[in-house]
């Protein structure tokens, strides 16, 4: 690495430099030589005069030679006594300068790595407590911890005194969390600002880090506008250098996914989950993977590693009780050589196992849920891995959602405000819905209710409480047209792309490129709810389109899901669709697809906020994975959220005077942090030195930048010069005789 070295220059006793003014000595008493004379006009001096004039150039320069001398002499000599002192770091320039640094250490997860002595946190702290050992009496400290969004400061006022920020220093914990730069650039600057008037001649911000690509890509190249604005705000108040504790091409095998991709688990079937491992640095190979349920390894795998690039692993398990189970992907430390980062080699997922997946059916109108029912259970079996329950749309407000994974409406006209807010919320929670339209529904009332979300129905005072968290949208992803009639015979899969359609590829006899519809609703996707369109007919225009709500999902399909939905114009159903061979299989894939929300995306990491929907009424509790436990905030219908989720591990809902666990939430760490890629020093901005250290030294602290004493060689210099001016007296003299 290179290093971009800043040079400061200060004095341990500055008030010697008074002593300058002598300097003026040898100044004044050759001026006081230089005496006013009166001329008197003498035959014999003319002759004197002519000899004088032809060696005055000479004489002159003699003069100025001595007086440059000695007055340098003295200059050397009032400067030796003040103890000049130059730094190589923009810092530490001596004790008569007062100095307020700011030391910020970074705790992210990859200062976890492991090194000889300990970790690279370990490393920087040691580093930290010796530059503030070596420091000037008069210089003032403060100590930041850069992790997770909100960076920290235990020591946010200047102090001089060593004990306390040695203790600080020594109480920063390694963390599970990645590393907000511009949060923590905009929290030094408003720290250097309330700092001002303590009386500091200077003010330096030292960065103890292993420059992680993933933490300071913000600064590289012309790097994120408010990361660049807040570094330039910084370098407008102080010097800021960074003193590079990273390791040069570490090892780390990490495990970075898991996701369950069969759709909400059951004990009726086998479950497919599916991981991801890499392995960054050193030599191809190969690992073993382990699969753990609930803290017992059931399966393992031998899984080949190159490159940093991603390797998945697959697994099947069946699992036996419901309830919430706990999976692990774990690549095994004892059986990993050399790998130097362990907190990564653990990626966990929570899943909700069910005796079986309930359905709640809404029919607006007689027979609007028949087919739908038939479909999702043709058997009839209520031992069935997934089964339906039929339900009118007047049941819907007293209808219970405990243990429901999807609520489907068919033709239903309309739904009360507080109808709409129990589905916002069940869909926010992780529920799925399906909508299928029909005659009876109504546009205007489907995009005023459905389409407004909580935060209006909340304005209208139709919710009892509003999740404390940035809105997650309402429930409907498209705005619903006016019902009309076409001509077509087909629908367009859009080349298969989404998961409900994707495994009909390579199966056109299905019926799914024939289905026939001949009236439909005219839906607009909404790309500001992240809509996308599944299946279009045969004009182009959108028939089913989907989006996630909050934690869950929701599909609406512009036309009716039964046969009883007559076309007024000619007398027949609005589609074939409910009778055709593919309705039982896209029925099938869309609730596989909506009530697979939680199991099929990945946990949130760390810092990111985690929701649920607990169905009970008191409130709700998070215990913590460090064994605390804090309130969530509420919203309506048992929905929560949580957004302190700065530990990797497993944080579980439950009510305030229960253990009983309500819901849990799996975090794991961000995969960018286990990438140990580093920032070169020639990529960031000029105004930040770059100091490397070697942590894993003899002694790591002697590479910090020392300031180097020039006392000594000012007083050769003087005696030097001193011993210059003699020989040039001498000889000036005895050329004049």
């Not at 700011?102 to 530059?131: F, N, P």
């Not at 949060?183 to 292993?210: H, I, N, S």
């Not at 996701?259 to 599916?274: D, E, I, K, Q, Y």
């Not at 916002?424 to 489907?446: H, I, M």
Request: aromatic share 4%.
């Amino acid at each position: 690495m290179v290093d971009r070295p800043l040079l400061a220059f200060g004095f341990a006793n500055a008030a010697i430099l008074g002593w300058l003014a002598a300097a003026a000595a040898p100044i004044l008493i050759h001026l006081w030589m230089k005496r006013v004379h009166r001329e008197t006009p003498w035959a014999a001096v003319r002759f004197l005069q002519a000899a004088i004039k032809r060696n005055a150039r000479r004489l002159r320069l003699q003069e100025w030679i001595l007086l440059a001398v000695r007055t340098a002499i003295i200059l050397c000599v009032v400067f030796a006594a003040s103890k000049p002192l130059l730094d190589s770091l923009g810092g530490m320039v001596g004790a008569g300068t007062r100095v307020h640094r700011v030391l910020v250490i970074d705790a992210s997860l990859s200062m976890r790595l492991q090194t000889e002595d300990g970790t690279l946190l370990d490393g920087a702290k040691r580093l930290a407590r010796e530059l503030v050992d070596r420091a000037g009496a008069a210089d003032q400290f403060s100590l930041c911890v850069m992790a997770g969004p909100k960076p920290t400061a235990p020591v946010a006022s200047p102090t001089v005194d060593r004990a306390t920020i040695r203790r600080a220093i020594d109480l920063v914990e390694p963390t599970d969390q990645t590393t907000d730069l511009p949060a923590t650039l905009a929290m030094l600057d408003r720290l250097l600002a309330a700092a001002e008037k303590t009386g500091a001649e200077r003010r330096e911000v030292l960065f103890f880090t292993d420059l992680a690509r993933a933490a300071w890509a913000p600064l590289a190249g012309d790097g994120q506008p408010e990361a660049m604005a807040g570094l330039a705000k910084l370098t407008d108040r102080g010097d800021v250098a960074i003193i590079d504790v990273g390791l040069d091409a570490p090892l780390n095998a990490t495990a970075t996914a898991l996701r369950v991709t069969s759709g909400a688990a059951t004990t009726r079937a086998p479950v497919r989950l599916v991981g991801e491992v890499r392995q960054f640095g050193g030599a191809d190979g190969s690992a073993e993977v382990e699969l753990l349920v609930d803290g017992l390894a059931v399966a393992s795998r031998q899984v080949a590693l190159s490159g940093g690039a991603p390797a998945a692993v697959e697994f099947e398990h069946r699992f036996t009780k419901p309830g919430w189970s706990r999976v692990e992907l774990r690549l095994p430390s004892d059986r990993l050589a050399g790998d130097q980062l362990r907190a990564d080699n653990l990626c966990r997922l929570a899943v909700n196992v069910q005796p079986r997946i309930e359905v709640l059916c809404v029919e607006g109108g007689p027979d609007a849920c028949r087919y739908l029912a038939d479909a999702i259970n043709p058997t009839g079996d209520r031992q069935a891995p997934l089964v339906a329950r039929v339900i009118s749309d007047a049941q819907l407000a007293a209808a219970s959602l405990d243990g429901v994974a999807a609520v489907v409406l068919s033709n239903v006209s309309d739904l009360t405000a507080r109808e709409a807010a129990r589905l916002v919320d069940f869909a926010r929670g992780g529920g799925g819905v399906l909508v299928f339209l029909g005659e009876r529904c109504r546009p205007d009332r489907y995009n005023a209710v459905l389409g407004g979300g909580p935060a209006a129905l909340g304005r209208l005072g139709l919710v009892r409480k509003v999740i404390d968290s940035p809105p997650l949208g309402p429930l409907l992803p498209v705005e619903v047209g006016p019902p009309e009639s076409i001509e077509t015979f087909g629908l367009d899969p859009l080349g298969y792309e989404h998961p409900i359609v994707a495994p009909f590829r390579g199966r056109e006899r299905a019926g799914l490129l024939t289905t026939p519809v001949e009236r439909r609703f005219r839906l607009r996707p909404l790309a500001e709810r992240r809509a996308s369109v599944v299946l279009a007919t045969s004009d182009g225009a959108p028939l089913v389109v989907a989006a996630p709500v909050g934690a869950g999902r929701v599909v609406v399909v512009g036309t009716a899901g039964s046969l009883a939905s007559i076309d007024p114009a000619t007398g027949r159903p609005w589609t074939a669709m409910p009778a055709w061979p593919s309705f039982v299989p896209i029925v099938r894939e869309t609730l596989r697809w909506v009530t697979g929300a939680a199991a099929g995306e990945l946990p949130p990491v760390v810092d990111e906020a985690i929701a649920g929907r607990a169905l009970r009424g008191g409130g709700v509790r998070v215990l913590r994975p460090d064994g605390t436990s804090e309130s969530a905030a509420e919203g309506d219908n048992g929905a929560w959220r949580y957004n302190r989720t700065d530990q990797a591990g497993y944080y579980v809902a439950t009510a305030p005077d229960s253990a009983e666990e309500l819901g849990v939430q799996a975090v794991n760490v961000e995969p960018a942090e286990s990438d140990p890629t580093r920032l070169a020093s020639a990529d960031l901005p000029a105004e930040i030195a770059v100091r490397r250290v070697a942590i894993q030294s003899s002694n790591p602290a002697d590479d910090l930048p020392q300031p180097v004493g020039l006392h000594r060689g000012l007083l050769l210099l003087a005696a030097a010069l001193a011993a210059v001016e003699t020989w040039l007296a001498y000889w000036f003299g005895r050329g004049a005789a």
